[in-house]
């Protein structure tokens, strides 16, 4: 399966996603206020007074009725997104966008837009994916956001499931550090693994796993390679405990799961087992085997090579 995303589009949500919980914490809570109702942030686009372009993002603080089920409640919070206007902000759903459908996976949610959303500036819809997913997220129910448009062109979001930890909202405040990380990518024309060095930009004064982790999902820019991760997989949970790294997915339906072949989870293993102090990994899906989804070999610990 082969699975490219747009360059241009890459270096946008580069400046978008973050793996570091530490920025998210500063930046977004789960709030609930009283009895039947809820408190939280309306994220919406920072303006440029002057040339009228989206700065950044900026929030809301509202109190509003809570729905009488997870769908309802929503719905209702994408039409609060929409309403946000004026005082140098603007809309992430702007007006002449509509919300298409809002499709329920475990914890994470998918928000399928019209075609016109993808008519914006590229950078808009960037800033409005992620506005979308810090709202959103703010619900216990739901760690992972994943904007769609009804259209074959639109790819900002297709690649990736947001939650408040791979967001940040301004880099300009942020002392970054940077390192470079090993990772192993699934070669297409040779259906072998390739060994590839990136360059991790983190605040954190040392790599984590789950930073790790997040540019090893990351569509490559090279034509050839590709994450080893199949789209929309995500993790339910990555946990490092005496030398162990545990990666448990969450479970997104059989064919799906199917992505995952043996080449994928070598990679996966690899990876992490390249990292300092990683010294064996173990997989799962849903805190179920990989036998149980067809994949033999993988149920215990796979020791590190090194």
Excluded: W
Excluded at 136 to 154: E, M, R
Excluded at 198 to 204: I, V
């Amino acid at each position: 399966m082969k699975r490219t995303m747009k360059r241009t589009v890459f270096l946008l949500l580069c400046l978008l996603m973050l793996c570091a919980a530490a920025v998210a914490s500063c930046h977004q809570q789960k709030k609930e206020a009283g009895e039947g109702e809820l408190q939280l942030r309306i994220y919406c686009l920072r303006m440029d007074g002057e040339k009228k372009q989206p700065r950044g993002l900026a929030a809301e603080e509202v109190t509003m009725p809570q729905g009488e089920n997870i769908q309802e409640t929503v719905e209702d919070i994408l039409l609060k997104i929409k309403q946000v206007s004026g005082g140098g902000k603007s809309a992430a759903i702007p007006a002449g966008v509509t919300v298409n459908e809002v499709a329920f996976y475990g914890n994470s949610v998918i928000v399928s837009l019209s075609s016109t959303f993808d008519e914006l500036p590229e950078v808009e819809k960037s800033l409005a994916a992620a506005a979308i997913a810090l709202t959103l997220t703010q619900l216990d129910s739901i760690d992972y956001v994943k904007v769609s448009c009804a259209t074959d062109s639109y790819n900002a979001s297709n690649d990736f499931y947001l939650n408040g930890d791979n967001v940040i909202l301004d880099e300009s405040s942020i002392q970054f550090n940077t390192f470079d990380i090993t990772l192993y990518l699934v070669n297409t024309q040779t259906d072998q693994l390739e060994k590839v060095v990136r360059t991790l930009k983190t605040e954190e004064d040392q790599v984590y796993l789950n930073g790790v982790f997040s540019e090893l999902v990351r569509q490559p820019e090279e034509e050839n390679l590709q994450s080893p991760v199949p789209q929309g997989m995500m993790l339910r949970r990555l946990s490092s405990e005496n030398g162990v790294c545990e990666l448990d997915f969450l479970e997104i339906g059989a064919e799906k799961v199917k992505e995952l072949d043996e080449l994928s989870v070598q990679a996966i293993v690899k990876t992490m087992c390249a990292q300092d102090g990683v010294r064996g990994v173990l997989l799962r899906i849903d805190g179920k085997p990989l036998s149980e989804y067809g994949l033999e070999g993988y149920d215990d610990v796979l020791t590190c090579e090194k």
